[in-house]
């Protein structure tokens, strides 16, 4: 006898027709499990009838075909599943001949129905066999043959001996060959003898299996067996990481229950929907994944360690084999992800799990065919200061060069606002962040990022770790912090994912943080400086106690913050005491005072929701509580004094009793010409301003005005009256040339090059004046995102415009920098004019200025240069004869302007200057000129 692989086939009773034929992976062979009534009548019931049995084709083994196939399962004691060696979605069903096996049914397994069917199971399953089909029964086309294994078995032979299979009382006709009927008393010989020695299901009892196809009480199975390991047998693959498991819990007590494989997710196969019928298609690589795990498992002996149950009350367990949990041989093959719903269950084990996506990933195998690997790029990792904690899962960070960025810590998601249960916790979370990490040195290590849009800013997630000590965890397990659910292509995450999974899990036991199910009392901070009677009210308890531990809490300026105090349950408006910081902008309209913004920097990077120490002295005319502030022990006045960000009070020094301490400090700022004292002159120092008494002739004592004329243009006149002037001479025919050359440079269509990204105010840049559209240098003033624009100061002419970033350039070249030649505006200030706070004058007074000085050449006597470069200036026109005939004197006799009441030091050196404008002044109130047309302007 030839043999040969079975193929598709008239002869094997198969049609050609592939969607038609039973060989399909569809076939009603592949979807009946091993649990249910076999397709054959029992053997109490001959299957055949007289009328029937003549159309059975008598059996001739000479004559019959030897085929090849593999066993892919048992459906019984006798009966087989078969697939093509050469292709694996062809299958038939092939029942031995002449013999009978005990049922197994839903309702009830018959006596030793699973005793033969695992009899039969353990000695073909998975292996390749060859077979003959000696006959086939016409109506049901059920196909009854002999199976010859490679190490000479036979069967059914082999079953009959062992006592598992019995003859049919039908078996064996006259129009039988003589070989089929030798064959058949050989069979009734070892029938015989298997019966005499009590084999198989010959037995008189102990055949009997119960077997309960569910768990019953869900939580009552899992109580009993979570964490157990328990003899299974897989009896069918729904999917790569479904399938039914027969648990052998005792060996006359089965379980077969619907097990998901632990740690996995495959993609679906081709199904029925029950409730029209149509057959839905499988996911990519679901078929294969589900053939993977059949090639492997199916009926098969394999540990199942039970760990727990899915939303849907199915078993979630490991499904090990004998060379390890079949979750990690899917995944690296690449037909299955790693599911982040069972970490919990797995444990530490989730980790191999994920290192073999990854390497599937990286070989970039099946379902990962198309995945490329993220790369963060260089720079991934830093070590930074914490400067602000902004919420329990997001903090601000400064790098050794001094920029700030906001990072949010991987995975990990502080209590929500918008959650009843989780609101109510978010000051303590943010409370333990801050203890732990304001101010202290981390390392960030890049996990992700998201870039900015129109709606959204730039994005960075990351680990933070202090002391090698990893914070998002130590978050969790204190219950401070929740675990974002990533989605499934999200690989912005931790890298230890799963043990913050671990930590939620054990947090929600222990009940901690906002697991507690008690809702924290929110902490409730009186505002001790709403009104000067309520800080009078707490000024006398806060006096007498020293040293007072608070939270500096937000920072309004380099001198002035808002302190909480806990334990008096109070917050402040604290005001350092004995020293004048500058004032620093509030918004983008604003303009800081010189070094404003430094000192309020520097007390943002060392005091920002620091733990602090106060001293309370008194209180000032709003509710503001004037005292001394201490970081680390050190008086912070005197860190912004001695760095030249602030200047000493003397007088609130001395009552404050900490005058010696300043002066000091600020001497040391002053020798090392330190930020307000970059430009100090001893001779120069400025006096507190003094009320100005006007003096009789002879009481005026005649000091010598310097002379420092320079021609000027005025170039820009603001609305507070001040100016920007060019100096004509070296800079200003240097400018001419450069602009030239700017104009020139920006014409030229290779030099027209964006700015790299959104502009920061101070940057210099090329800007697009509206009104010529010509190219200028510039410096932005403010910034708006939403709109996309940008307020351009012009710094060589001083004046200012809003206008779109397309318009902007960068400035980048060294011919046109600053260094090259410095902006050309200077600030400059009229000399002893005092402006009217009235709307209508003002806009008189600046209106005469910009139709008698702007865009003129004039000539200005430079009375006085103040620290920040900002030049004090009497203007006179080129034909003036005397320092008396100045536009200054025209502009209060027209009562445009008045003098001022409180002089400057150096001002009161102006004795005749004063006198002569207050001679104007008083020749312009008797005219009722300007703003002394309704009377005396000093009332108002």
Same mark, same amino acid.
């Given at each position: ?138 109506? #049901? ?34 129009? %039988? ?6 064959? /058949? ?28 196809? %569910? ?31 027969? /648990?052998?819990?005792?060996? #006359?007590? $089965? ?21 029209? *019928? ?7 690589? *679901? ?24 939303? =849907? ?7 090990? $084999? ?70 329990? !899962? ?42 732990? /990490? ?161 000192? $309020? ?69 002053? !020798? ?35 002379? %420092? ?10 609305? %507070?009256?001040?100016?920007?002037? =060019? ?7 240097? /400018? ?47 910034? !708006? ?33 600053? =260094? ?13 004019? =005092? ?73 009161? *050196? ?24 309704? *009377? !005396?302007?000093?009332?108002?």
């Amino acid at each position: 006898m030839g043999v040969k692989t079975f193929k598709i086939g008239s002869a094997a009773g198969i049609s050609n027709d592939r969607k038609s034929s039973s060989c399909s992976s569809t076939s009603k062979a592949s979807q009946e499990s091993a649990n249910l009534p076999e397709p054959f009548p029992s053997p109490r019931i001959p299957p055949l009838g007289k009328k029937r049995l003549a159309n059975v084709p008598p059996s001739d083994y000479s004559k019959m075909v030897l085929n090849q196939a593999k066993v892919k399962s048992v459906l019984s004691g006798d009966s087989l599943v078969l697939t093509s060696v050469e292709n694996p979605d062809l299958e038939r069903i092939l029942s031995l001949a002449y013999c009978t096996s005990p049922h197994l049914r839903k309702e009830g397994d018959e006596p030793f129905a699973f005793q033969s069917r695992d009899a039969l199971r353990k000695l073909v399953v998975g292996k390749v066999v060859q077979f003959q089909v000696l006959y086939q029964i016409p109506n #049901t086309k059920r196909e009854y043959g002999l199976v010859f294994l490679n190490d000479g078995t036979k069967l059914p032979e082999e079953m009959i001996k062992e006592g598992w299979l019995k003859l049919r009382e039908d078996a064996g006709r006259k129009e %039988d060959s003589e070989s089929a009927l030798q064959q /058949l008393d050989a069979l009734r010989l070892y029938e015989a003898t298997a019966r005499s020695e009590d084999k198989g299901l010959w037995q008189e009892n102990g055949g009997r299996i119960e077997v309960q196809h %569910d768990m019953g009480n869900p939580e009552s199975f899992l109580d009993t067996w979570k964490g157990k390991t328990v003899d299974g047998l897989v009896e069918r693959i729904l999917s790569g990481d479904r399938m039914l498991v027969r /648990l052998i819990v005792a060996p #006359t007590q $089965h379980i077969q229950v619907m097990t998901l494989v632990a740690g996995i997710r495959a993609p679906a196969t081709e199904r029925v929907n029950p409730s029209n *019928g149509q057959t839905a298609p499988a996911e990519p690589f *679901g078929n294969e994944a589900r053939r993977f795990v059949e090639e492997r498992l199916l009926q098969r002996n394999v540990k199942i360690h039970i760990l727990g149950l899915s939303p =849907q009350n199915q078993l979630i367990a490991s499904v090990i $084999h004998p060379k390890g949990t079949i979750a990690k041989f899917i995944l690296e093959a690449g037909l299955a992800r790693c599911t982040d719903f069972h970490s919990t269950l797995l444990g530490s084990d989730m980790a191999t799990l994920r290192e073999a996506e990854k390497r599937a990933q990286n070989a970039k195998l099946g379902l990962f065919k198309d995945h490329v690997v993220k790369n963060n790029g260089a720079g991934g990792s830093l070590e930074a200061t914490v400067t602000k904690i902004f919420s329990a !899962d997001q903090i601000f960070v400064q790098n050794k060069a001094g920029v700030e960025k906001r990072i949010n810590i991987s995975s990990i998601r502080g209590p929500r606002p918008t959650e009843s249960s989780e609101a109510p916790f978010r000051d303590e979370a943010k409370e333990f962040l801050r203890k732990r /990490l304001i101010g202290k040195h981390v390392r960030i290590s890049i996990d992700g990022s998201r870039p900015g849009t129109e709606d959204y800013d730039a994005k960075e997630v990351a680990t933070v770790t202090l002391n090698d000590k990893n914070i998002g965890l130590q978050l969790v397990q204190e219950g401070w912090a929740s675990v974002i659910r990533h989605r499934r292509d999200d690989t912005d995450r931790a890298p230890n994912y799963d043990d913050l999974l671990a930590a939620q899990e054990k947090a929600k036991e222990e009940k901690k943080g906002m697991w507690s199910g008690k809702a924290a009392k929110a902490k409730q901070y009186a505002d001790a400086s709403e009104t000067v009677q309520k800080a009078k009210l707490h000024v006398g308890s806060l006096q007498r106690q020293k040293r007072i531990p608070a939270i500096v809490d937000f920072v309004k300026g380099g001198g002035r913050f808002v302190v909480l105090v806990p334990r008096e349950g109070i917050k402040l408006n604290f005001v350092l005491a004995g020293i004048r910081a500058p004032k620093s902008a509030r918004n983008p309209t604003d303009k800081s005072e010189p070094f404003g913004k430094e000192a $309020h920097d520097l007390a943002t990077r060392r005091l920002s929701q620091r733990d602090v120490e106060i001293d309370v002295y008194n209180t000032d005319k709003v509710g503001g509580f004037i005292g001394e502030l201490y970081i680390n022990k050190e008086s912070f006045g005197k860190i912004l004094v001695e760095e030249g960000y602030a200047t000493v009070h003397q007088h609130s020094a001395e009552q404050s009793g900490n005058s010696k301490e300043l002066l000091a400090a600020e001497k040391r700022a002053k !020798d090392a010409r330190k930020g307000l004292w970059a430009d100090w002159d001893p001779s120069l120092d400025v006096e507190e301003e003094e009320e100005y008494q006007p003096a009789n002739d002879d009481e005026v004592t005649q000091i010598k005005r310097e002379k %420092d004329y320079r021609d000027v243009i005025v170039t820009q006149v603001n609305d %507070d009256g001040k100016l920007k002037l =060019q100096i004509i001479g070296t800079g200003t025919s240097a /400018l001419e040339t450069m602009m030239t050359q700017f104009k020139s440079f920006h014409l030229n269509p290779s030099n027209s090059t964006s700015l790299p990204g959104p502009p920061k105010a101070g940057d210099y840049v090329a800007a697009k004046f509206s009104e010529d559209d010509q190219w200028y240098r510039g410096r932005i003033r403010s910034n !708006d995102r939403t709109a996309k624009e940008a307020e351009i100061v012009y710094i060589d002419y001083g004046n200012s415009e809003k206008i779109p970033w397309s318009r902007l350039r960068p400035l980048s070249q060294p011919q046109f920098s600053t =260094q090259k030649l410095r902006p050309q505006a200077v600030d400059a200030i009229l000399t002893l004019l =005092q402006f009217p706070t009235d709307g209508d004058y003002m806009k008189e007074a600046i209106s005469y200025l910009n139709h008698n000085i702007a865009n003129r050449e004039l000539v200005a006597n430079v009375d006085y240069t103040a620290p920040d470069g900002t030049l004090y200036v009497t203007l006179f026109d080129t034909k003036s004869q005397n320092l008396n005939d100045s536009i200054n004197n025209d502009i209060v006799a027209l009562g445009l302007s008045m003098v001022p009441t409180k002089l400057k030091g150096w001002e009161k *050196g102006f004795a005749d200057v004063i006198k002569s404008l207050t001679q104007s002044q008083t020749e312009a109130r008797q005219n009722r000129q300007g703003m002394w047309e309704y *009377g !005396d302007a000093y009332e108002d």
